[in-house]
């Protein structure tokens, strides 16, 4: 199974609902709420968006594919499902 | 503070900034009631309406640039997706925002 991992924020309505896609299609994931993140983490995942030319949240890891926004199709299609 | 009177005080004031810059508000009025309330209380926690879908960066110049509305800063992005960020806002020929990808600033050849 692939690993999905998925940085978000606590404020942002397109991050609950890609919360909520894994969850309805029961794909387990990990997540860190950026906002309530320490500042030591807020900086290492601030390092890791500018690296992926990411400005914004959600930002999904699905194995090695990194897509950034709320994109449900993008999901199905890494996932293959 | 009174949520409910701030969050129409900013709906009255980004409406009269968007709308020359060619936005409206999202025609989706829950998105829009959720995400003036996330901007309440990030004013309430931070002193100013940051986006609720971008995030701070410990960083001055970058956090005044996720300033909503913060269309001035994203023109391009913005113009490509024909919507902000968050979605709060849409071009004004949008009249069914679901169909509008959340795309990043990447995907759409601006990076």
Not at chain 1, 15 to 32: G, S, V
Not at chain 1, 52 to 76: H, L
Not at chain 2, 61 to 90: E, N, S, T, Y
Request: glycine content about 6%.
């Amino acid at each position: 199974m692939k690993k999905v991992s998925m940085y978000a924020l606590s404020t942002c309505p397109w991050c609950r609902k890609t919360k909520k896609f894994f969850a309805d299609h029961k794909i387990p994931f990990t997540f860190i709420d950026y906002d309530l993140a320490d500042e030591a983490t807020q900086r290492r995942i601030s390092q890791e968006m500018d690296a992926a030319g990411a400005t914004g949240f959600p930002f999904v890891q699905i194995d090695d594919e990194v897509i950034v926004g709320y994109q449900p199709d993008r999901y199905s299609s890494a996932l293959g499902i | 503070m009174n949520i409910e009177s701030r969050k129409k005080a900013l709906r009255y004031f980004f409406g009269q900034v968007v709308g020359p810059l060619g936005f409206k508000f999202t025609p989706d009025a829950e998105l829009m009631d959720f995400l003036l309330e996330q901007e309440v209380m990030l004013e309430g926690k931070h002193g100013i309406p940051f986006c609720p879908c971008q995030p701070l960066r410990h960083d001055r110049a970058r956090d005044m640039q996720i300033v909503c509305p913060c269309i001035p800063f994203h023109r391009k992005h913005f113009d490509a997706i024909k919507r902000c960020w968050c979605g709060l806002f849409v071009h004004k020929d949008v009249l069914d925002p679901d169909k509008l990808p959340q795309l990043s600033p990447k995907e759409v050849g601006l990076e």
